[in-house]
């Protein structure tokens, strides 16, 4: 689907089905350096299970045009826009990583626009180490290197995935390596700078829940406990022996979760 949003060209998977603003609305928000892909198999089930599904590629990203935007405050009203744009009063969020502390600031500053969150991978604070951030606005390639090896967890590198015939650590560094320059370094700084998940969590009167990898080397679950314990009404799923791309590493998991 292609819609304008602030005058920027944007992709967004809707699942298979054409959307409908008269459906229940779920947007689904990528991770970074990510795009609407991130959400193959989840996008396809909430489409044809009642709901209309979108998951863009955000600004600069994937199939999107524009510059990506350099900070949450800014992807958040970006969200907002984008359910005006597409005719939605308002719906469930859903975002992984990055995207699931633009679902909190959405939340946040736009109240009467969410129903519902769903937070995957998400902490109090995404600090980004010095050494990625360096090498991602370098261009270096190792940060795409850093990014998919401890984004994934034990199990997943060692094989495993779902799909026969695929090998989920490629995957996600395809996905990486077909971004923009400087894209990866956008996000990242984005994460780093963010200070308002606490505050915005205790903002939040929807209801949340937190769905959180064990082994999660990214985003700890510790860190993500935290911020559920700020916000009212949550609810806090941990996925066993998972690290941050529950996507892939355990989607019949992930989506129970959603679901619930």
Known sequence: MQLSVNGIET??????????????????????????????????????????VLAPDLPGHGRSSGKPLPTIAEMADWIAALLQAAGASKAKLIGHSMGSLIALETAARHPDKVSALSLIGTA???????????AAEANDPAAID????????FKAELGGSLAPGLWMHHGAQRVLQRARPGVLY?????????????????????????????????TPAK???????ATPN???????????????????ELLAALRT
């Not at 600090?127 to 360096?134: F, H, Q, S």
Request: glycine share 10%; charged share 10%; aromatic share 8%.
């Open 11 to 52: 992709f967004a998977v809707t699942g298979g089905k054409p959307f409908d603003p008269s459906l229940p609305t779920v947007v689904m928000i990528h991770g970074a350096g990510f795009d609407s892909s991130t959400w193959a198999l989840h996008s396809r089930w909430f489409a044809h299970h009642g709901y209309s």
């Open 124 to 134: 109090a604070t995404m600090t980004v180490g010095p050494d990625l951030l360096k």
């Open 146 to 153: 850093m990014v998919s090896i401890w984004g994934l967890g």
């Open 186 to 218: 956008n996000d990242l700084n984005a994460c780093n700078s963010y200070q308002n998940a606490l505050a915005a969590a205790a903002q939040i009167k929807v209801p949340v829940t937190f769905i959180l990898g064990e082994r999660d080397l990214m």
């Open 223 to 229: 860190a993500g406990k935290t911020l559920a314990a």
């Open 234 to 252: 949550a609810r806090t799923v941990v996925l066993a022996g998972a690290g941050h791309m529950m996507m892939v590493e355990q989607p019949d």
